[in-house]
């Protein structure tokens, strides 16, 4: 089974603190995303990367910053966290190829005070 | 601009009976579609998906319709039960509209309440 995971199910932080979430998978997959989840809103994307050092930016990448030094291993990084940055942030990873869905960690709920 | 819609932002449907989950497209260039599942302070989990090349895929209690000409697919749970209750969505792969060739675009979910 393919698992994702993320190092924080919760997380309390304040407002200026740097952030780090971090995901790790361990299926080999080519691709990882992180996306931010709130009501009514859906699932927006933040960052993406297709391969090591390498990333891209989503939907909504100010305010973040990523890190991937590891095939396995995805970081998203809150450089100087903000109240409107608390969200439930969602980490995913696939194969690369049309047919191939995206496999989620359990999340992390941050909340910025 | 979203190119994936689920109008619906909740839905309630009593225990045994069909549950209908609808999701419409804009952008001709998706051609894989898929629905997750997700409780709450859980991650989504995949349901099922549907290739552009076919009009239905069923597993289980689960059967998903795609009609390409008029750019929308549906979720089809029966019978429903009280476990089926969840956040559900919408994706779609190929647009190259956000996360590159392997992205999903994802629709803003469907809340499913079953009742007993």
């Known amino acids: 089974d393919v698992k994702v995971t993320q190092s924080s199910r919760y997380l309390v932080k304040r407002t200026g603190e740097k952030v780090f979430l971090e995901c790790v998978q361990d299926?080999?997959?080519?691709?990882m995303f992180w996306y931010r989840q709130d009501p009514g809103l859906g699932l927006r994307l933040i960052y993406f990367?297709?391969?090591?050092?390498?990333?891209e930016k989503g939907d909504i990448p100010e305010g973040y910053s990523v890190s991937r030094e590891k095939k396995e291993r995805f970081s998203l990084i809150l450089e100087s966290a903000s109240t409107n940055q608390t969200s439930m942030y969602l980490c995913?990873?696939?194969?690369?190829?049309?047919?191939?869905?995206?496999?989620f960690g359990p999340g992390t709920r941050l909340t910025v005070l | 601009d979203q190119q994936v819609k689920q109008n619906s932002p909740s839905l309630s449907v009593q225990e045994g009976r069909i549950s209908i989950l609808n999701c419409d497209y804009t952008n001709s260039m998706f051609d894989y579609f898929l629905w997750y599942k997700k409780y709450p302070a859980e991650g989504p989990t995949f349901l099922i998906s549907i290739s552009s090349i076919k009009d239905k895929n069923e597993d289980g209690r689960f059967t998903v319709f795609l009609n390409k000409s008029a750019k929308h697919l549906s979720l089809h749970i029966v019978p429903s039960q009280p476990g089926d209750s969840a956040v559900y969505f919408c994706a779609a792969k190929g647009g190259y509209s956000g996360g590159g060739a392997d992205g999903l675009t994802f629709g803003k979910g469907t809340h499913l309440i079953i009742q007993p």
């Open positions: 995913a990873s696939s194969q690369t190829g049309t047919y191939n869905e995206q496999f």
């Open positions: 299926m080999d997959h080519e691709n």
């Open positions: 990367s297709y391969d090591v050092k390498m990333k």
